[in-house]
């Protein structure tokens, strides 16, 4: 018998606890996301201030028995164990896009036909991605030198710092380009092509910089290496087999990510890169079309990422951040900077390859979308000690604060730059009009 008649008198069940706070969690998610989008911000940002605020910064502070109750010792490990999971499915939705690679070449040659230069999508991804990099390195190298975490040294920082500051979200991207109409448009073609490039080399900087900090033994990076390289031998020589068995194409997928997720972190690695690496390997083999992946992937993005998101907002107790002059001129340069140098980045790469200014201005705010992606190359570089909970608090801030502004920026755009003038561009409402889905 469960002691759920003594949960009256007493201490919850533990199964009841678990499933209060996680029905408690999915509706305050649910009603942020509703917010946001009536507000003309992606949702996902409203789902990472829950996940913030559901913390020690507001109802730890605030209710800490209704805290306790939620999302207290007796819950928070079992809701940990679904946000691992939906990570891990996460990884394998990015990997599975960045493996479609010849999307982006499609991409490039159809933007090719409407008059812009050749190699377009090239430059755009080397400067929204090696800019930032370079000027984190030069914060990393500077006064935020002193924000870097227990177990790293300055080169393993400074490329974690890079990493984080050019970071663009591919799935918050893509799903702000379906929502607003500008998936076939040139600006979204160039802006997607860009930040799978950029996302791929994200990766490999951060991967970079653990093995850099020690934090990840090279050795073990050819283990997993060669592990899922046989993995995607079976797969492809099966392929034909599998696609005539009920529900291969959803569970074998799936299984395999889970599978080399658990892998990599037997390895000491984080699941992530297991996972995405096998996504990607996927991808490359099976580039067609996956609804069923394609709707466990919303699925996990509505259900498992929330939990996420709180499991992120129990590390961060903005009540104990130093709110010094000199603590927050940092995080003010953090900010800025990573606003600054990806918007003139792109806007330049735009308009010196020839877009008009209605399309160059779109790159530039469509690509500071950092959102989830930030928050887990975040929370990998925190719980490996590369930086400290001061900068984590800042670069958080960072990611909500430039995924919050493309709403509103692409609203300013439709009023000030409308998108019908631009050539090659379809008829239709405002962009910002359509951003009502989650991103």
């Excluded at 706070?21 to 992606?42: C, D």
């Excluded at 040659?109 to 190699?119: A, D, I, P, Y």
């Excluded at 201005?361 to 909970?389: H, K, P, W």
């Excluded at 019908?420 to 239709?428: E, H, I, N, V």
């Amino acid at each position: 018998m469960t002691g759920g008649a003594a949960g009256a008198s007493g201490p919850l069940d533990p199964t009841a606890a678990f499933l209060l706070g996680l029905s408690a969690l999915l509706f305050l998610t649910y009603g942020a996301g509703r917010a946001a989008r009536a507000a003309g911000l992606p949702p996902v940002v409203a789902e990472m201030a829950v996940g913030l605020l559901a913390g020690p910064s507001l109802l730890g502070a605030l209710a800490p028995g209704a805290h306790r109750l939620l999302f207290g010792p007796g819950t928070l490990p079992a809701l940990d164990t679904l946000a691992q999971l939906g990570v891990t499915l996460y990884a394998l939705g990015i990997g599975r896009r960045l493996g479609r690679a010849e999307e982006t070449p499609d991409g490039a040659r159809e933007t090719h036909g409407e008059g812009v230069r050749g190699g377009t999508v090239v430059v755009l991804a080397a400067v929204s991605f090696g800019v930032p990099m370079v000027a984190g390195v030069l914060l990393a190298l500077g006064p935020v030198g002193r924000f870097a975490g227990p177990r790293t040294g300055t080169t393993g920082f400074a490329l974690f710092l890079g990493c984080a500051l050019s970071v663009t979200a591919l799935p918050v991207l893509a799903r702000l380009l379906e929502a607003a109409g500008l998936t076939r448009t040139r600006v979204g073609r160039l802006s997607l092509g860009a930040a799978a490039a950029g996302d791929a080399a994200a990766w490999c900087t951060l991967t970079a910089a653990l093995v850099v900090s020690g934090a990840v033994r090279s050795g073990r990076l050819v283990l997993a290496g060669c592990g899922l390289a046989a993995v995607a031998v079976l797969w492809w020589a099966s392929r034909g087999r599998r696609a005539r068995r009920p529900g291969a194409g959803l569970v074998l997928p799936v299984a395999g990510g889970v599978l080399a997720g658990g892998a990599s972190a037997a390895l000491g690695l984080h699941q992530l890169f297991g996972a995405l690496l096998f996504g990607f390997l996927y991808g490359r083999l099976r580039p067609g079309p996956a609804p069923g992946l394609d709707m466990l992937e919303q699925v996990a993005a509505a259900v498992l990422l929330p939990c996420f998101f709180l499991g992120y907002g129990q590390r961060l107790d903005l009540g104990a951040f130093d709110w010094s002059g000199t603590t927050l001129a940092v995080v003010g340069a953090v900010v800025a900077v990573a606003c600054a140098v990806k918007t003139a980045g792109c806007a330049a790469v735009g308009a010196l390859r020839g877009l008009p200014a209605a399309e160059w201005l779109r790159l530039a705010v469509l690509m500071n979308s950092r959102g989830l992606t930030e928050l887990v190359v975040l929370s990998v570089g925190y719980q490996a000690g590369l930086i400290d909970r001061t900068l984590l608090i800042a670069l958080t801030l960072m990611a909500l604060l430039t995924t919050a502004l493309v709403g509103p920026g692409l609203t300013l755009l439709d009023r000030l730059r409308p998108l019908d003038a631009a050539p090659g561009t379809p008829a239709g409402g405002g962009a910002a009009d359509r951003v009502r889905v989650e991103a």
